[in-house]
């Protein structure tokens, strides 16, 4: 089955400086990239994903670069702030059937230092 | 209420107990799930339902036991669990076919003693 790592487990960046978190994938079928931020006591919010035909996506100030040859893909945070502060997994998967598994990552925790 | 919603928020439970997780989505969406999130490890997908039908359990230990009664609730029966079990429950639905993303639900928070 498929095997994500995601590092690092923790970072910490001072406000406004960028932070990038990276993950690797096993299965080269793979097809969908999701990244999840999880605040303290939250739920998992997706805040933004990327499909295997394209090579990188831009959401303001994230984006997601994903290298299929390498089977790395990863998230770019730019001007962080406070609230950017939290726990982000990434994720792959393959559809199977018609309901996608996903796997995720073992977490980054994003500290953004005032 | 709107979204994904869990019930009970925290439960505590003796290793002889029989308790439910209850799971409901309000977003018309085809598929549910459960995960298992405990400190320091991944998210651990246990279990999907898609169209009422259980596809994947990926060995998921007995004592756990899904139900999907309909498309919009989704049940997880608990059953004489160890303390390791103890680990925040996630349910989470998403519209296949379309655009994928997963919602996931606030989460049951369960200790085993």
């Known amino acids: 089955g498929e095997n994500v790592e995601q590092h690092p487990s923790t970072l910490s960046v001072q406000e406004g400086d960028s932070a990038v978190i990276k993950c690797t994938y096993s299965d080269s079928a793979s097809n969908y990239f999701p990244w999840y931020k999880q605040e303290l006591g939250k739920r998992p919010q997706l805040i933004i994903d990327i499909r295997s035909n394209v090579g990188e996506k831009k959401d303001q100030r994230i984006a997601v670069t994903l290298n299929k040859t390498a089977k790395h893909f990863s998230l770019h945070i730019t001007e962080t702030q406070p609230e950017d502060s939290a726990v982000y997994f990434c994720a792959a998967s393959l559809s199977s059937g018609s309901a996608r598994q996903l796997t995720f990552g073992s977490g980054t925790q994003l500290t953004v230092l005032p | 209420e709107t979204g994904v919603t869990q019930t009970p928020r925290h439960l505590v439970m003796g290793m002889t107990n029989k308790k439910s997780l209850k799971c409901e989505q309000h977003l018309g969406h085809n598929a549910m799930y459960w995960y298992k999130q405990s400190a320091k490890k991944p998210l651990e997908l246990m279990f999907v339902?898609?169209?009422?039908?259980?596809?994947e359990n990926n060995s998921v230990p007995s004592r756990f036991s899904p139900e999907c009664p309909n498309s919009s609730h989704l049940f997880l029966h608990l059953h004489t669990l160890q303390p390791e079990d103890s680990a925040l429950y996630l349910c989470?639905?998403?519209?296949?076919?379309?655009?994928?993303?997963?919602?996931f639900g606030p989460g049951t928070r369960l200790t085993v003693l």
């Open positions: 989470a639905s998403s519209q296949e076919d379309s655009a994928n993303e997963q919602f």
């Open positions: 339902y898609n169209f009422k039908e259980q596809t």
